[in-house]
C-alpha cells in the first residue's frame, strides 16, 4: 500500500514515454536498416524451412539418426528416431520443422554475432564494461517485453520473432566465450607473447582453441534459450510448433497441449544433445592420438 | 661486446609507478615509497653484461625480483625506468614489430610450468615459433624434428603433452625454444618444477647442450646449488638488488657481505669444488731418470712419492720412497718400479665424488685431461681441507702446473 501513497505524493518519471518516443523515431528513421536485417533474415529462415520440410519426414529421421550416432553413439540415435517418428505420427512435423528453422536461424546470428563480441569484451576492459551490464539487462528484462519493439520494427510474422529470440539468447555465447578466453592460463598467453606472436594469432592459435570448450557451453545455452524463446514469439505470428501450444493452451484444450508441449521436449533434448557432443569427440579423437 | 645489457634497469609496482622512479633517484629509500605512496619496488637499478656463450645465473629467493628482472630482458613486463640493450640496440624504443622480430629469432623463452600449449601435440608444440613467422611447412617441421632430436626426444612427437612426465615436458619447452635457433635462451626457473633426480640429469644435459650449441643462456632459479652447477657467472639477486655478481667460486671464497655469506654458508661443498680447485702442484720425474735421483728428489720435496710423466706431460704411473730406495739397492730402473696402476680422475670431478677413490690406494689422486696428461694431484688432506671451506688459491686459479725435473 504503501508504494501508491509514494505515487501519488511524487511525480511520475516519465520512462515509459520515453521509450516509445525513441522507438517511434528508430521505426521512422531506420527503416532501410530494418528492411535489411527483415530480409536476410526472411532468407536464412526460409532456405532452413525447405531444408528440413523437402525430404520425406522417414529420411530426414535417418539423417538425423545416424549425425545423432557421431554425436552420442546409439543412445542419442535411438531417442532422437523415436522422438521424431513420435512428432511425425502426432502430426506436428511441418511445425516442428518451422520452429528448428527458427531457433537454427536465431542460434546462428547469436553466434556470428555474439563470439565477436565475447572476444571483444575479453580484449578490452572497456568494452566489457559497457556490455556486461547490457547483457545484464537482456537476460533479466521479461521475454514478452521484446516482443513488442520487434513488432514495431519488423511488424508482425517470422522476423520479429527471431529478432526477439536473439536479443534474448545471444548472452551466454558473448558471456562464455569471455569467460572461456580470461580462463586461459596466462602462463600459455606468455608463452604465446615470448614467442613474438601477432595479436590474431595469440587469439586463433592459443586463446580461442583453449577457450572452446567453454565457448561451445556458451553455444549451447544459446541455442536452447532461443528455443524457449521461439515458442513464445508465435504470440507475434512466428510459424512453429509454438502456435499449436498457443493455440491449445488459449482454447482450454490440456491434451492437445500436452501433445505440442511433447514435441518441444523432444526436439529440446535432441538440439541440447546434439550441441553439446557434437564437437567433443573431434576432441577426444585428437587427444588419444 | 656483451650480447645483453641491462643499465639501471628499475621495475615499480603502483598507482604512482611513474612518479616513484623520479622519488628513487632523489634518494627515497623503498620502505618510505611504499609507506608514503604505495609504490613496491620490484627490481631496484640493476645493472648487468651478459656475454655471448656464458651460462648466466640469476638467483635469489622468492620475491626477490628475478622472474620481474628476466621478464623485461624481452619485455613480456615494461621496465618502469632504464635501457636493455640487446646487440647494442636498447628495445624499450622499438616499435611492435621490431620487439616481435627480437622475441622470434633472437631470444627465446623456457617456463617453470612448461607453459606447453595443451590442444598441440609434441611436435607442433615445437613449430609454434617457426609457424607464426610463416615459415613453410616441411621446412618447419624438419627443424623441430632436428630439434627434438636434440632434447632427445625422437619418437615422441605425435604425442599429446599431457601424456608426457614433467622432465620429458620440459624437453618439450627447450625443444620448442630451441627451434627457432635463438642468440639467447632465458630459462625462468626452467628445472624448479621438477624432482631433484629428474632435474640433475637435466642440468647435465642443459651443459651437454650447451658444449654443443654455445648459446646464451640466462637461467633464473632459487637453488644455489642449481646456480653453482650450472653457471658460468652467477648474479645473487635480494629484495630487487643485485648483491653480487661473479663466478661460483667468486661467490662462495670471497662473499661480498654477509647476506651472502649466510647464503652460502650452507653449501655442500663437496658437491661444488671440483679437483681442478683442490688440486696440487704434482711432484714429477721422466723415466729415463734413476732411482737415486728419484730419492734425492723426494728428499728435497719432503715427499714419498712421486709421478712419472713422458716428455708431453703424460702420466705413467707413481713411484714410492720405499721401492724406489729397494731399487737402488738390487739396480733396477724407475719403470721396474712403477705402479702404473694409480688413480686418476677428470679435473670436473667434484670432491664429494672423490673420498672413495682416495681411500683405495695409499698414492693421491692424479687429476688428467682427456689425453691423460698430469694437470696435478689431490692428497686426502686437500679433500678434507677443502670440505672445511679451506681452498688453496693456487687451485682455484687453476695453474697448478706440473714441474717436469730432467
Known sequence: MQHQLLSADMPKLPIASWVDTAVDWMSTNLEGLFDGIAFTIEKVVTFFTDVFTSPHPILFIIILAIIAYFAGKWKLSLFSALGFLLIWNLGYWEATMSTLALVLTSGLVSIVIGIPIGILCAKSRGASNVITPLLDFMQTMPAFVYLLPAVTFFSLGVVPGVIASIIFAIPPTIRLTNLGIQQVSSELVEAADAFGSTGAQKLFKVQLPLAMPTILAGINQTIMLSLSMVVIASMIGAQGIGVEVYRAVTQLRIGQGFEAGLAVVVLAIVLDRLSQNIFKPAQKRRNAK | ?406
Open chain 2, 1 to 406: 661486446m656483451p650480447i645483453l645489457s641491462i643499465r639501471n634497469v628499475s621495475k615499480l609496482f603502483g598507482p604512482n609507478a611513474a612518479q616513484g622512479v623520479k622519488l628513487l633517484n632523489q634518494g627515497y629509500n623503498k620502505e618510505r615509497l611504499a609507506k608514503e605512496k604505495q609504490i613496491t619496488v620490484g627490481v631496484n637499478q640493476v645493472n648487468m653484461d651478459i656475454e655471448q656463450g656464458e651460462i648466466f645465473v640469476i638467483m635469489g629467493l622468492s620475491g626477490s625480483g628475478k622472474s620481474t628482472l628476466v621478464r623485461m630482458f624481452n619485455r613480456l613486463i615494461d621496465p618502469s625506468a632504464g635501457q636493455i640493450l640487446v646487440h647494442d640496440k636498447d628495445i624499450m624504443k622499438m616499435n611492435a614489430e621490431q620487439l616481435r622480430d627480437v622475441r622470434r629469432k633472437t631470444i627465446s623463452m623456457v617456463f617453470q610450468k612448461f607453459a606447453l600449449f595443451p590442444h598441440r601435440s609434441v611436435l607442433d608444440n615445437v613449430e609454434y615459433g617457426l609457424e607464426i613467422q610463416k615459415i613453410d611447412k616441411s621446412k618447419r617441421r624438419a627443424k623441430a624434428m632436428q630439434s627434438l632430436e636434440l632434447v632427445g626426444l625422437k619418437g615422441w612427437e605425435d604425442k599429446m603433452p599431457d601424456e608426457l612426465s614433467g622432465g620429458m615436458q620440459q624437453r618439450v619447452g627447450l625443444a620448442r625454444a630451441l627451434a627457432n635457433d635463438p642468440e639467447v635462451l632465458l630459462m625462468d626457473e626452467a628445472f624448479s618444477a621438477l624432482d631433484p633426480l629428474i632435474r640433475r640429469d637435466m642440468q647435465d644435459e642443459l651443459l651437454d647442450l650447451q658444449e654443443k650449441m654455445k648459446k646464451t643462456i640466462i637461467f633464473i632459479t632459487h637453488d644455489l646449488d642449481e646456480a653453482l652447477r650450472i653457471g658460468d657467472r652467477i648474479a645473487l639477486m635480494r629484495d630487487g638488488e643485485v648483491v653480487q655478481i661473479g663466478t661460483p667460486e667468486e661467490i662462495l671464497i670471497h662473499p661480498a657481505n654477509r647476506y651472502v655469506q649466510r647464503f652460502v654458508e650452507d653449501v655442500d661443498l663437496s658437491k661444488v669444488l671440483t679437483a681442478l680447485h683442490v688440486m696440487r702442484r704434482p711432484e714429477t720425474i721422466t723415466p729415463d731418470r734413476g732411482p737415486r735421483v728419484a730419492l734425492e728428489l723426494m728428499r728435497e720435496r719432503g715427499v714419498s712419492n712421486l709421478f712419472v710423466i713422458d716428455r708431453g706431460k703424460r702420466l705413467l704411473g707413481a713411484i714410492t720412497a720405499e721401492d724406489a730406495s729397494r731399487a737402488v739397492k738390487e739396480k733396477l730402473s724407475i719403470e721396474d718400479i712403477m705402479i702404473s696402476e694409480c688413480p686418476t680422475c677428470p679435473p670436473d670431478r667434484v670432491i664429494g665424488e672423490m673420498f672413495e677413490l682416495s681411500s683405495t690406494s695409499p698414492l693421491p689422486i692424479s687429476v688428467v685431461d682427456e689425453e691423460n696428461r698430469l694437470l696435478g694431484v689431490v692428497v686426502r688432506g686437500s679433500l678434507l681441507g677443502a670440505m672445511a671451506g679451506e681452498v688453496e688459491n693456487e687451485g682455484v686459479n687453476g695453474n697448478a702446473a706440473p714441474t717436469i725435473v730432467g
